[in-house]
């Protein structure tokens, strides 16, 4: 038996090895820590960042984020809404960004139920992305499950050390560079240490290469105008309004309003060339663009809530410069973005901090 | 516990150090706590169901040996009606209910189903059959009863065998746990390499493939006739290098426990007729309806008429078909098989004129070809059924088909292309390239193997070669294999 088991040990050297180097990526990387372990060292740093480059928990990972903060004021949508930051706030504590905690409208009314019946939350603001209305966004949610370190670790072997293997050979990073990092920086999860580029401790988005991402500005938007055709791609719009998109979103008003919450829910912008795009299409693929927002402002006053259609930057005064890409605006322009809703809303104005809008906003963005 | 979980590689290594460090006189008792648990992960308060209809057909079995005239035939149908009652109840309960339903709508009767909240007890269909099969041959009087409990127990629970089968005899079984099995390290070389194979066609092509037909199936009304054509042809492949697959990890891992466990798949896919397919298929399953359903049915009459033999044939594949599940999809695929078969033995001797007139009877090589591609062709319609949710969808995917033959040659290789995408065939072009190459791994393989028998020349071959093997499998599967603990396509039967 011993024999067969030294044997055995020896086969086993290669196959081990495959693992040992991933395995010390990833905890240099921390990228075994489940989200409750990267919210408490978020929670006892001056600046950590999360994101991991190896899988995607965000939904988990903002929820619990949610939970724990505990915030009056909170921000729900994709990662449309990221760049709307504390520092926006009067008192930085009142508010979580939980963008990216949700990708359709199926998982709204699964995170209002995952609130505690006691949490404070007072006011929800919602991107309701475009394409959320759109069939290929209409299926079920699936469960919020949170990641346990036998779940990491299983992902580890099943996937996670074969893309570290092919992030070390793209030179995404070299081990030494890694052990220096891990010792200089509090930050977790690889694309966090090596980029910069993380959720913050309020859920919003510190984007370390802003500049670089707004000189691909144009190549990108071009990306998405070829994307934009009479017929669709499913992207943007459908050629009609999903039913079953809009009662997922009227589920989670009814919710909201059985918890006392009021709801500013709002279609977030485009790049002006995208918008322009879109709206000057006439078929029924285009024609769901002027039907969106009078159907979801409809659906939110039954429920006395607000809603706004921003697709148009020009609606709250913001230009393609305070856009990063086609469809994500920088810091500047969720600034505007958030000083619009809070002038037209009574309920968000006392909890936002207008002369830190001002003193954002005057720093006029130069790309 | 999947086999294809680290949970279950944890178990098993665990269980393997355990095993051979204790002395070979509680060996079995360590397989019947570690079946217990193997069991228990799945759904833990299910046990006590299987330990019932233990203790029933322990005690019955010995009850019949010692019984004889009317009181015997008694006991067996208590047994019968305990085993198949259990059945019926978990797995055909809601299906009888809801067809009671349909008929009552149909002739205008109202009538509201009762349907039961139950999840079926996993792999209840097998160890009911390995049951019954015990007390029928105690009833027959060829096999004695077993007296100790926790054998008979370990016999119904062995954990290689207990989700998916092979559905053992106890000829074949039972004498293996009161048999001293000491450290045999080429028994259990040769049990790993068999789990390595399986592992291989589990992950490698079953859960890879499935990609695909999950993904088409589940986008039926917006796939072309190409993709579902695709999809079909890559389900043949998928159900069987799932379930051969699962049945090698199973035989496999017995075998390091020093137990020999019945093969359940010969190469099927090499059959020449329907017959052949059905002995080289699920082989444990076919043997078991052949000698306790077939065999009874053909003598219990003493004029056999041919049609009673084909009436006995059909009413076998109806029930293979509806062992597999409460759905008229599996009703189907028993029926079309039971059809084959009836008319395989009504037409043979015209299709024996036909192929000698033709002259395709003096070239063997393509007369082979000719069989196995229509025995081919007569499954691939046949699990069409199999995969369907329901005969609507089934009837659907031959409708989409049917459109292939007009798409294919319209193809462009943009078109290709864009099917590739993972919005059209559920796979991006290098996970659909690994599957075709591992299809044709594996028919590589499976063709040595016919010529050279399971891995036989490996065993010869020096170290390094042997070596050579067992990397190639490993490093595979670990890079190509879909490593998501996809469940086992048997399992739910």
């Not at chain 1, 999860?189 to 510190?206: I, N, P, R």
């Not at chain 2, 072009?429 to 028919?443: D, K, P």
Request: glycine share 6%.
């Amino acid at each position: 038996m011993k024999r067969f088991l030294l044997t055995a040990a020896l086969f086993s050297i290669p196959i081990v090895a495959a693992f040992v180097f991933p395995f010390a990526f990833f905890a240099l990387t921390r990228e075994f820590e489940t989200p409750s372990q990267v919210l408490a060292v978020q929670q006892n740093s001056n600046g950590a960042i999360y994101r991991s480059a190896f899988y995607d928990y965000d939904r988990p990972y903002k929820t619990l984020g949610a939970i724990e903060s505990d915030p009056q004021v909170l921000v729900l949508g994709t990662s449309r809404v990221l760049q709307l930051h504390a520092s926006l706030f009067k008192d930085p504590s009142d508010f979580y960004n939980a963008g990216r905690a949700i990708s359709k409208p199926s998982e709204l009314p699964v995170f209002i139920n995952a609130l505690p019946s006691n949490s404070k939350v007072q006011v929800i603001v919602l991107a309701v992305d475009q394409n959320f209305l759109s069939s290929a966004f209409s299926s079920p949610a699936e469960p919020i499950v949170q990641p346990t370190h036998l779940s990491i670790f299983e992902f580890f072997l099943a996937q996670g050390w074969k893309t570290a293997w092919q992030y070390y050979f793209q030179g995404r990073f070299s081990l030494s560079g890694l052990i220096q990092l891990n010792k200089t920086s509090q930050n977790i999860g690889l694309t966090a240490l090596v980029e910069g580029d993380g959720f913050q401790k309020d859920g919003s988005d510190e984007e370390s290469n802003i500049a670089a991402q707004k000189s691909q500005r144009s190549s990108q938007i071009q990306g998405a105008l070829d994307l934009i055709t009479p017929q669709g791609s499913g992207y943007f719009f459908d050629s009609s309004l999903s039913q079953q998109g809009l009662s997922y979103i009227e589920q989670f008003l009814e919710l909201c309003r059985a918890r006392n919450i009021k709801v500013i829910g709002f279609l977030p912008p485009y790049a002006t060339e995208v918008y322009q795009k879109i709206d000057s299409l006439h078929s029924s693929y285009a024609d769901t663009m002027q039907e969106e927002p009078v159907a979801l402002k409809t659906l939110f006053n039954q429920y006395n809530d607000s809603f706004y259609d921003l697709s148009n930057l020009s609606t709250f005064g913001s230009s393609d410069n305070e856009m990063i890409d086609s469809a994500h605006l920088d810091e500047q322009g969720s600034a505007r973005e958030l000083q619009y809703l809070a002038n037209h809303e009574a309920a968000l104005k006392p909890y936002v901090d207008m002369t830190a809008i001002k003193s954002i906003l005057s720093q006029t963005s130069s790309i | 516990m999947l086999f294809n979980s680290l949970q279950f590689l944890v178990f098993f290594a665990a269980l393997f150090f355990a095993y051979y460090a204790i002395p070979n006189r509680y060996r079995s008792y360590l397989l019947l706590v570690a079946s217990c648990y193997f069991y228990m992960a799945f759904v833990p308060a299910y046990i006590l169901i299987l330990f019932s209809l233990i203790t029933v057909d322990y005690f019955l079995g010995l009850r019949i040996a010692g019984a004889e005239g009317s009181a015997r035939k008694l006991l067996l149908t208590a047994s019968i009606v305990t085993n198949l009652g259990a059945l019926f109840f978990f797995k055909y309960f809601n299906f009888f209910n809801q067809n009671v339903a349909y008929l009552a709508h149909v002739i205008h009767w109202n009538y509201s189903p009762f349907l039961l909240d139950i999840i079926l007890p996993l792999g209840l269909s097998f160890h009911v059959f390995q049951s019954l099969s015990y007390v029928v041959e105690v009833y027959r009087r060829k096999q004695v009863p077993e007296r100790n409990y926790l054998v008979y127990a370990l016999y119904v629970m062995f954990f290689p065998q207990l989700v998916a089968g092979p559905i053992e005899r106890p000829q074949h079984m039972l004498h293996q746990f009161h048999e001293q099995h000491d450290f045999d390290s080429v028994r259990i070389r040769k049990g790993l390499e068999i789990m390595l194979w399986g592992f291989f066609k589990k992950l490698v092509i079953a859960d890879n493939t499935a990609l695909v037909v999950n993904h088409v199936y589940a986008n039926l009304a917006d796939s072309t006739g190409t993709m579902v054509l695709i999809a079909a042809t890559l389900f043949v492949y998928q159900l069987y290098c799932d379930f051969s697959g699962y049945s090698d990890i199973a035989v496999g891992s017995a075998m390091v426990f020093g137990y020999d466990l019945m093969w359940n798949f010969d190469r099927p896919y090499s059959s020449r007729s329907i017959a052949e397919f059905w002995r080289r298929w699920h082989i444990s399953l076919s043997t078991w309806l052949r000698d306790y359903l077939y065999y009874p049915l053909v003598f219990a009459k003493k004029r056999k008429s041919k049609l009673w033999l084909y009436f006995s044939l059909f009413i076998t594949f109806v029930l293979i078909g509806l062992w597999h599940g409460a759905n008229w999809t599996y009703v189907a695929f028993g029926a079309i098989h039971g059809g084959y078969m009836v008319f395989g033995q009504w037409t043979l001797p015209v299709r024996q004129r036909i192929k000698k007139a033709i002259g395709l009877a003096t070239i063997p090589i393509l007369d082979q070809v000719w069989q196995i591609g229509v025995t081919m062709v007569l499954v691939f319609i046949s699990f069409i059924f199999f995969r369907a949710t329901s005969l609507t969808q089934a009837i659907a995917v031959f409708y989409k088909i049917a459109a292939a033959p007009f798409e294919l040659p319209f193809i462009t290789l943009s078109g290709w292309k864009q099917m590739l995408k993972a919005t059209g065939i559920g796979v991006d072009a290098r996970t659909f390239l690994i599957i075709v190459l591992a299809i044709v791994f594996l028919e590589i393989v499976q063709w040595w193997q016919t010529r050279r028998g399971t891995f036989a020349p490996i065993e010869a071959k020096s170290r390094s070669v042997r070596w050579g093997w067992y990397y190639a499998l490993v490093f595979s599967i670990l890079i190509f294999g879909y490593l998501g603990a996809q469940t086992f396509i048997y399992f739910q039967f």
